[in-house]
């Protein structure tokens, strides 16, 4: 009861598999896990372990099939798509392998448009995040004119700019270059400490894993 | 609440690549100012309409006969002030002078005309100021025509009158078209003088009356309880129908229908277009769901987005139009008055915009279905985003064809009238549906089973049948249109070659009205060619079988109208173009029934299938007032239709030979001589009027010409709105076809040959349609040409090779085109992110 309160996610018992042209395939078996608040949690595994899967369920982008995943006591598994939508854009932020910025929007309106879809635009603080990643100068780039590590900062100041009360990230550093890579590491790890939030990151990578509070390796669908 | 950055986001990515909201645009603006200038024609025509109803019918209530008035009428009528009372006599006559003569269409009435509107003389004075009794005003064509100025005399029948001005306009006489022969307008007491009043047949009498709103029934009712069986009309103006009314809810309203066609198939455009945007930013979609956006905010995005489009589009329409009208005027001058204000009408344009909007709603709705695909997870690449998922959606596709119905019912005003046409127009889209089914499928089945042999032609062919292709909706707009275009030139070609450009050898081109038996042999003298004179006696059919006219009226088909006046002649013999069908004894056109009260008589096949008779019926025909009873003993034949003269009813001569009669005379001369015979004929017997049958065909040529020009323009729009369908269809698929074409550039396909197999595909699509649409129209034409009006059938080969080669050529170029934009530029970038 007490490890509950303190925790900001909490995993129980989650399963999910996958019908592949009339075979169904287990991915998680049986998983259950909690992350604390301003926690940083590595999910480790290879390829094809179920991590991605694991995270897309905790971050409710998809449904378990059986399972219960309750964020800041909300249970994630009986809301409706348009719930989840609000629980993600209230607690939740997100950073990705591809980065996914919405390429039409510059990266100010990028980092921008999580406060306005929740109604709540806040200027000041879109300069804050702009100016942690160190990416004022480029504040009316488009997508597509900038490197690797500048998307993927973008995409930190993009999930952190709501004060979400967890990060998700997803092989964060996978297509960046090692020195991208340790610069966006020392970044996300440093905004999530000053601001707070708690941290699940999806990788392969044990330098990452490394610096992790903690690190949770998932074999077969099962954490081990 | 759409964000400001929603808008941002999706403004960009649209306006980013012209292609979206170009072919957005295109499909709509082509079929919205086609919609917005002919509803503000016709709303121009209303308009119109109802301002100079009373000029256009010249009066409150009217009276029309072709014979003498009766007495007690004019008695009645005399009892309103002089000043509300117009005699008005018109027909054709011959006018003579400087040994040129002209047709002319004589109207003589009474100083107080016109009671509405205006009659407008060019010197600007008052027309009766101008126009004194001796004196007569004429159109421009008879002073140009006879080599005449103002101040000149003129022949008319026995008299000469002095030109006293030029006619410029008449309040009830807005269209030309319908009517042959210039006018001359005269002073009705001057008639007598011409001599032409006693032996006219056609001469159209009316008397106009302009009545107070309380004196208009009682005075309609008085007049009628006064006319009782007589063959006289009688009609207020707002019963009345004029050629302009006809116009309007006719050919406007048909071009109209076309054109909602047209419409409907723009929503098609938009639907392609839609997808093939919201497929492209599915991965945006994805991304603004999985940081929380919800999808109310997105779909109001969307909508925002595309209704902002479809008013855009609205204001384009609306510079369309008029710059189309601005353009056009010539295109409309034959039915539609010189002094219309053709303008866009406001209410037009609400309506365009109404459609434009309630159309965008409806095709978006269905298209964002599409969202409902896009699961948040797909950012973490979990799960692939459908792309051609078909979604069922009755309950969308009935409120469409319910729009559509609407639609029908606010342009028909008439709910029955609006299901009819509603079904009809879904009938035939099935058919078509079906028949376009069922080729490709055969095509597929031909390509499947290794009928087409060449690799690239196998490839190419196949893509017709990739998902979200549309092939089968362009197949069926394409067929459709081109059947309408063909049919439309087929008819044109056959009519026109044999009636017109080509007037027949063996038919009369010179027709006289009014001849009288004593002219005869004068005639014959003059004219040193065979000649045919032909008794007409006016009747009423009574009865057909002992059943009554007026209740065998609402029976009856459309082919004609039995209450009408026909004309029945005598004869001997068949008629040269004609041939006997069915005879009671063995082809004899009369044989005797044995029976004192009935005569034998001859029908024609055409009108028997009309009144459902055949041998040994009867049918009773009052000829003023006196009732003959004929039963048919044969029934005739034409052997074709064209410019020579035929009877619906002919008798044995000495039943008909005593009754009241007019005659008139056909003739073949060289076309050199017509001019002259018709000026001599003209001065010789001033009460004959001669019609030259070639010029009168032109005539028609040009009236015809202009209508075909308009179905064909309109039925254009039909085409252009499938090549947006095909255009759109290619849109929304390019992810496919890009990706089939990085595979095939990466196992070593060379440029020309991802170019053919584009060129391959469309062309194979197209000029199969084409020529689906060609045979039906050739097969459809081929029967309304031999069968409708009796013509042989010929193909403009020529003409129909352009069309193909044309065709040809836009579907080439725009497989070139987007194997350019589309494929061209971005395969290379797509190999490299394969690889």
Redesign the interface.
């Known amino acids: 009861m007490t490890n509950q309160q303190s925790a900001v996610l909490v995993a129980e018992h989650l399963s999910k598999s996958f019908q592949i042209d009339e075979i169904g395939i287990s991915v998680i078996k049986d998983v259950s896990l909690q992350v604390k608040a301003g926690e940083f949690v590595v999910i480790m595994g290879k390829s094809g372990s179920g991590k991605s899967t694991l995270l897309s369920l905790l971050a409710g982008l998809d449904y378990p099939d059986s399972g219960r995943i309750m964020l800041n006591q909300d249970d994630l598994t009986v809301m409706d798509e348009e719930q989840l939508a609000l629980k993600r854009q209230r607690d939740m932020g997100f950073v990705f392998q591809s980065f996914h910025l919405i390429p039409t929007l510059t990266v100010a309106e990028n980092v921008a448009f999580p406060l306005q879809i929740a109604g709540k635009p806040d200027s000041e603080r879109v300069e804050e995040l702009l100016q942690a990643v160190d990416l004022n100068h480029r504040r009316d780039s488009m997508p597509h004119q900038l490197s690797g590590g500048e998307k993927q900062r973008t995409a930190l100041a993009r999930a952190l700019v709501s004060k979400p009360s967890i990060v998700f990230a997803d092989e964060p550093t996978g297509n960046l270059d090692q020195k991208n890579a340790n610069q966006v590491m020392d970044l996300l790890i440093n905004l999530q400490q000053s601001f707070g939030s708690a941290l699940v990151v999806v990788t392969h990578d044990q330098a990452v894993a490394d610096r992790a509070d903690r690190v949770i390796t998932i074999v077969d669908g099962h954490t081990v | 609440?759409t964000?400001?950055?929603?808008r941002?986001?999706?403004n960009?990515?649209w306006f980013?690549k012209p292609v979206y909201p170009l072919l957005f645009g295109l499909s709509l603006w082509v079929s919205l100012a086609a919609y917005l200038t002919l509803d503000s024609l016709q709303q121009s025509v209303d308009d119109y309409i109802d301002s100079n109803q009373l000029a256009m019918v010249g009066g409150d209530l009217i009276m029309t006969t072709r014979q003498q008035w009766p007495e007690d009428i004019q008695q009645k009528v005399a009892e309103l002030p002089q000043t509300d009372v117009v005699y008005d006599y018109q027909f054709n006559a011959m006018l003579y002078a400087n040994e040129q003569s002209l047709l002319a269409r004589i109207k003589a009435v009474t100083p107080n005309y016109p009671l509405y509107g205006e009659a407008t003389v060019a010197s600007n004075q008052n027309l009766w100021q101008a126009v004194q009794p001796g004196t007569v005003a004429v159109e421009a064509q008879v002073l140009s025509g006879l080599d005449l100025t103002v101040g000149d005399s003129v022949q008319l029948g026995e008299a000469s009158f002095v030109i006293a001005d030029e006619l410029t306009a008449e309040p009830d006489r807005p269209l030309t078209a319908f009517g042959f022969g210039a006018r001359v307008l005269m002073h009705a007491d001057d008639l007598p003088q011409t001599q032409l009043m006693g032996q006219r047949s056609r001469i159209g009498y009316r008397i106009e009356m302009a009545l107070g709103p309380s004196q208009l029934e009682n005075w309609k009712n008085e007049l009628t309880i006064l006319i009782g069986s007589q063959e006289i009309n009688i009609e207020t103006a707002a019963e009345s129908d004029t050629a302009l009314a006809n116009v309007s809810a006719n050919f406007l309203v048909f071009l109209k229908l076309l054109v909602v066609a047209v419409v409907v198939l723009s929503g098609v455009g938009l639907f392609s277009v839609m997808k093939a945007f919201i497929r492209g930013q599915q991965?945006?979609n994805?991304?603004?769901?999985?940081?929380?956006?919800?999808?109310?905010?997105i779909k109001q995005s969307y909508y925002r987005l595309f209704i902002l489009m479809a008013l855009l589009s609205a204001v384009v329409a609306y510079g369309l139009s008029v710059l189309f009208l601005m353009f056009s005027q010539n295109y409309f001058s034959q039915f539609l008055p010189a002094d219309i204000d053709i303008q866009i009408v406001w209410q037009s344009v609400i309506k365009i915009t109404v459609i434009a909007v309630a159309m965008t709603l409806l095709v978006s709705y269905q298209g964002l279905r599409l969202l409902a695909l896009v699961?948040?997870?797909a950012?973490?690449?979990?799960q692939k985003i459908p792309r051609n998922r078909q979604t069922r959606a009755w309950g969308w596709s009935l409120t469409v064809v319910l729009a559509v119905f609407l639609l029908m019912v606010i342009e028909l005003d008439n709910l029955w009238r609006a299901v009819q046409i509603t079904g009809g127009l879904i009938a035939v889209l099935l058919v078509f549906w079906l028949l376009s089914v069922l080729l490709l499928k055969a095509l597929k089945w031909l390509v499947n089973h290794h009928w087409v042999k060449h690799w690239l032609s196998r490839l190419a062919i196949q893509n017709v049948f990739r998902k979200g292709n549309h092939s089968v909706l362009f197949f069926t707009t394409l067929s459709l249109a081109v059947m309408v275009m063909v049919m439309v030139a087929l008819l044109n070609h056959s009519i026109d070659r044999q009636l017109i450009s080509t007037y027949p050898e063996d038919a009369p081109n010179m027709f006289l009205l009014d001849v009288q038996s004593e002219q005869h042999e004068k005639l014959n003298d003059m004219i040193k060619a065979p000649v045919t004179y032909y008794p007409v006696v006016r009747a009423r059919i009574k009865t057909v079988n002992g059943v009554s006219a007026d209740v065998l009226k609402e029976q009856l088909g459309t082919y004609d109208d039995i209450s009408r006046v026909f004309n029945l002649s005598y004869a001997e013999d068949l008629l040269d173009t004609e041939y006997l069908k069915s005879s009671r004894d063995n082809k004899q056109l009369f044989t005797d029934w044995d029976d004192d009260v009935v005569v034998p008589m001859s029908i024609l096949a055409s009108i028997a299938d009309y009144l459902q008779v055949n041998i040994g019926d009867e049918i009773t025909f009052n000829i003023q007032g006196i009732n003959l009873t004929g039963r048919i003993s044969s029934i005739r034949a034409r052997y074709e239709r064209g410019p020579n003269p035929f009877f619906y009813f002919i008798f044995p001569p000495e039943v008909l030979a005593k009754a009241p009669q007019i005659q008139f005379a056909t003739t073949r001369v060289d076309d050199q001589r017509v001019v002259g015979l018709q000026t001599a004929i003209a001065q010789t017997f001033p009460g004959i009027t001669t019609l030259d049958g070639a010029a009168i065909a032109r005539q028609i040529k040009s009236f015809v010409g202009q209508l075909s020009q308009l179905v064909t323009l309109f039925t254009g729009l039909a085409v252009v709105a499938g090549f947006m369908v095909l255009l759109t269809s290619l849109l929304s698929t390019s992810q496919d076809r890009l990706q089939d074409s990085a595979y095939f550039r990466l196992l070593g396909m060379r440029t020309r040959h991802l170019y053919a197999i584009n060129v391959i595909e469309l062309s194979v699509l197209g000029l199969l349609a084409g020529l689906v649409g060609t045979l039906l129209a050739m097969t459809v034409s081929y029967f309304m040409v031999t069968e409708w009006f009796n013509l042989q059938f010929s193909l403009p080969f020529y003409t129909l090779f352009l069309g193909a080669l044309m065709l040809w050529f836009v579907l080439a170029g725009i497989a070139l085109l987007y194997g350019r934009m589309v494929i061209g530029r971005q395969v290379m970038q797509r190999i490299r992110q394969m690889v």
């Open positions: 609440m964000s400001g950055l929603s941002k986001m999706l960009r990515a980013g991965n945006s994805a991304i603004r769901r999985a940081l929380g956006e919800q999808m109310r905010p699961k948040p997870v950012v973490l690449q979990q």
